[in-house]
């Protein structure tokens, strides 16, 4: 069974910048494109970023376009995230998970999701 398992949250300033991991385990990391995903207090899950199984493709929601920037590493079963310029609004759980296509798809597409980690952007 897949496992997922993220780390690098925090509690930063704005203006500020993390960079977020993510480790996988039981699975075939490397055929499977990648996403981050986030959640904030009384809101539902957003989209963040999405890499396709190679890294050819990215897709970014508009928010973060800019700023953050998703890469993977399939020899050490990772995917990353770069976030530069945090702002209070990115507030919020951080998911890591794996869809079920080589290429970047919709939502739905990704049936194995991380614990999450928290990031907290100060004001």
């Known amino acids: 069974q897949v496992h997922l398992g993220e780390s690098g949250g925090g509690l930063v300033q704005a203006g500020g910048s993390l960079r977020l991991s993510c480790a996988a385990s039981g699975g075939t990391f490397s055929r499977f494109a990648m996403g981050w995903f986030r959640q904030a207090p009384g809101k539902e899950r957003e989209f963040v970023a999405a890499i396709s199984w190679r890294g050819s493709s990215i897709s970014y929601a508009d928010s973060v376009k800019g700023r953050f920037t998703i890469s993977r590493d399939n020899a050490k079963n990772s995917v990353y995230l770069q976030m530069n310029d945090l702002k209070s609004e990115d507030t919020g759980v951080y998911y890591c998970?794996?869809?079920?296509?080589?290429?970047?798809?919709?939502?739905?597409?990704?049936?194995?999701w991380g614990q999450g980690t928290q990031v907290t952007v100060s004001s």
């Open positions: 998970a794996q869809a079920r296509t080589y290429y970047i798809g919709s939502d739905s597409e990704y049936v194995y």
